[in-house]
């Protein structure tokens, strides 16, 4: 476990959390929670974004925190207000992952591990070959466009430290309506150091993506994305 790792270390051990935006994943949760307990002994915070099914009460039975949002924000939206929580209450870290079960636990102490050691202020959990020819050409487009060198430009399982919690809490993150190029934009002007682990994505085991539900939403995506892209990439984010 790692709170046990933790406790060989001189001095007060690192605070951190979980975080999982969730809408309506009450099929998978409970399992994909109990596997995270499994792993490490970490708080859980589930934020619900509006759910219409039983994903909040089933989070709450497997042992989660459950914030419940007075209204839907998206994926994002959701997952900063978990940020805010963990940055108003100091937390040195803060894991954010899906709710469908893509993201493996057992790979969340070795994302932990370079944050803790203060090797960087952010770990992204990498795995650009679960893209396909599809997905990998507007990855290249999202990177001719951004400027930004990572390879898994999407990937939500991140580790956030407290710089970068922050930061992320800033009313300007909140104009962002996905958590990848823009957030990493901001991450990486603010001079946020930046480091990506390899990690292996299996597909999500129900439902489909909140996001991708559609040609048309995909389509929306993408011009967003690179637009945004080619709109930031050389002009720093205002941080107040």
């Not at 933790?6 to 605070?15: L, N």
């Not at 994903?55 to 925190?65: I, L, M, P, Y």
């Not at 790979?107 to 090797?119: H, K, S």
Request: proline share 5%.
């Amino acid at each position: 476990m790692l709170a046990r790792s933790q406790s060989k270390r001189s001095g007060p051990s690192p605070r951190g959390a979980i975080l999982i935006p969730a809408l309506n994943e009450e099929l998978g949760i409970g399992q994909h929670i109990a596997d995270i307990r499994a792993a490490v002994d970490l708080p859980i915070w589930l934020i619900d974004d509006c759910s219409t099914d039983h994903t909040a009460q089933r989070a709450a039975a497997a042992g989660a925190r459950v914030i419940s949002l007075s209204a839907r924000l998206g994926a994002w939206g959701a997952t900063q207000a978990g940020i805010r929580e963990a940055a108003s209450r100091r937390l040195d870290y803060a894991v954010t992952m899906d709710a469908d079960g893509q993201h493996n636990p057992k790979n969340i102490a070795a994302l932990i591990q370079p944050v803790i050691a203060g090797e960087c202020d952010v770990v992204i959990g990498s795995a650009p070959e679960r893209g396909s020819n599809l997905r990998r050409l507007a990855w290249r487009m999202m990177r001719i466009t951004s400027g930004l060198t990572c390879q898994d430009l999407t990937s939500g399982f991140r580790v956030l430290n407290n710089r970068a919690l922050a930061l992320l809490s800033k009313p300007r993150a909140s104009h962002l309506d996905y958590q990848d190029v823009g957030v990493l934009l901001m991450l990486e002007q603010a001079g946020m150091r930046m480091q990506e682990v390899p990690v292996v994505m299996p597909p999500r085991a129900n439902g489909k993506s909140r996001i991708f539900n559609s040609w048309l939403a995909v389509a929306s995506y993408m011009a967003h994305t690179l637009i945004l892209g080619a709109i930031k990439r050389r002009r720093p984010w205002n941080q107040k």
